[in-house]
């Protein structure tokens, strides 16, 4: 047993017994931290991962075994009001039962039971986490503490980025020998949250008419560090992301004025690093040089391990196209090896859950998937109107659902199992806003 696995298992022991003194919102608290701030370490890579009977346990698992049980406990000694958003709870009891069907499929073809449970957790299990916030939060200020939650991890992971660049160890470092064959100053979990909190600055830059110097700090030191991530998405959504916060910050009426000087010198202190950085020879800096010419100005398509693995998958789909060949298939395909040798290889994961969800699910459950997802969209607006003072809060999260769904065609965002429950977990929050109590003093410092 390693020190993570001996950590999480006293961790459950000490916060089983605290559970009579602890709120449970504070156990929400503490989660939510804890997987927006240290998934480098509590995260997908193998030390952390506790295999069970022969089944992988995340952190994220255990997280939400504390969140359910905190939930159980608050409605037992009737410390919370059960509520619940009913058009949400409705679609997603549709995609369950559709997703038990899918795993009947699966079992009908024999495949491996605990690839069948994987996926049915993945997929299906991990958006029940939407209720907990909606349960557990009982009044404005607690959202609050889930913004501050985001402005104090933001810099805990450029510190470990930072770390990163200046040492040339890599995100993932057992996969990539040479520091700088495909360096990553974080996983694509981080960076998404940078551009959460880059977008809920922004948002809080504007509502207190560009008075928020810490919000405004943090447009300044965050770009960076996304960049520096060096994924090519990271860098499309370091774009996309704050022209939709601007969008829709328009569209309820709110000048960006504030914003566009902070906007500006974010720019010049992207471009003012980058030039020190090529000036210095740094590696770092050599590294993004090279795959900005090799994967995006020299980028083909054709040939490449995604185009290989996705006409597989197009092909196998195209058999059963509504239904889906069940959960728990594993996807093998043709490709080139890196001495030109054509290869049989398994997919260790599809970079595509769109295509894998079609595959596995069909047409109709990649069309519940996607309803779902529009109805969290459309209940997020609606909830963003509820408290002028939260509105960042909302919109960012809009952004981040955006994001995910941009990230999940590119990326395996939906099968890193930390990642899809602390989405979830924000959603949730943000749904909360229907529901909670407001707070007229904090209402009141915004006039």
């Known amino acids: 047993m390693s020190f993570i696995h001996l950590f999480m298992l006293c961790f459950l022991a000490v916060t089983g017994i605290a559970f009579t003194f602890i709120k449970p919102r504070i156990i929400f608290f503490a989660c939510i931290f804890s997987l927006m701030a240290f998934n480098d370490y509590i995260g997908g890579l193998p030390s952390s991962v506790m295999n069970i009977g022969g089944h992988l346990f995340y952190a994220a698992d255990f997280f939400l075994v504390l969140l359910y049980v ?10 919370l009001e059960f509520k619940l958003d009913r058009p949400v709870f409705a679609i997603i009891v549709v995609f369950i039962a559709y997703g ?29 986490a939407i209720f907990i916030p909606m349960l557990l939060l009982q009044d404005s200020r607690d959202i609050q503490i889930v913004e501050k939650a985001v402005f104090v991890a933001a810099p805990i992971i450029c510190v470990f980025g930072f770390f990163r660049i200046i040492t040339g160890q890599t995100y993932f470092p057992e996969v990539h020998a040479n520091p700088y064959d495909q360096f990553r100053a974080m996983g694509f979990h981080d960076y998404i949250i940078l551009i959460f909190a880059i977008c809920l600055a922004m948002g809080k830059t504007v509502l207190r008419n560009g008075k928020d110097t810490l919000s405004k700090a943090y447009l300044l030191l965050l770009p960076p560090f996304v960049i520096a991530s060096n994924f090519r998405i990271a ?12 969008f829709l910050l328009r569209s309820k009426g709110i000048s960006s004025q504030p914003l566009r000087r902070t906007l500006l010198l974010s720019v010049l202190v992207v471009i003012l690093i980058g030039g020190a950085a090529k000036i210095s020879g740094s590696a770092t800096y050599q590294a993004l040089e090279t795959r900005v010419v090799d994967q995006v100005l020299n980028y083909t398509f054709e040939e490449s391990q995604r185009d290989y693995l996705w006409e597989e998958v197009l092909t196998k789909w195209q058999v059963v196209p509504w239904m889906g060949i069940g959960l728990g298939k594993n996807v093998t395909y043709v490709t080139r090896s890196f001495d030109g040798e054509w290869v049989v290889a398994q997919a260790g994961s599809l970079h595509n859950s769109y295509l894998e969800l079609a595959l596995k699910t069909g047409i109709i459950g990649l069309a519940l998937f996607l309803l779902l997802q529009g109805m969290l ?15 960042p809060f909302a919109l960012a999260g809009i952004v981040l659902v955006i994001s995910m769904l941009i990230q999940t065609g590119i990326q395996p965002f939906l099968t890193e199992p930390n990642s899809v429950v602390l989405i979830y977990l924000v959603i949730g929050s943000i749904l909360s806003l229907s529901h909670l109590k407001l707070n007229h003093e904090l209402e009141g410092t915004m006039r």
């Open 70 to 79: 905190a939930v159980i406990r608050g409605l037992w000694k009737r410390d």
């Open 100 to 128: 038990i069907l899918s795993m009947v499929i699966g079992a009908y073809h024999h495949y491996i039971y605990n690839d069948i449970i994987g996926d049915f957790r993945r997929y299906y299990y991990y958006p029940l």
């Open 235 to 246: 860098w499309a959504l370091l774009i996309m992301g704050p022209l939709a916060m601007l």
């Open 377 to 391: 969209i459309i209940r997020c607006l609606k909830a963003s109107r509820q408290a002028k003072l939260h509105l």
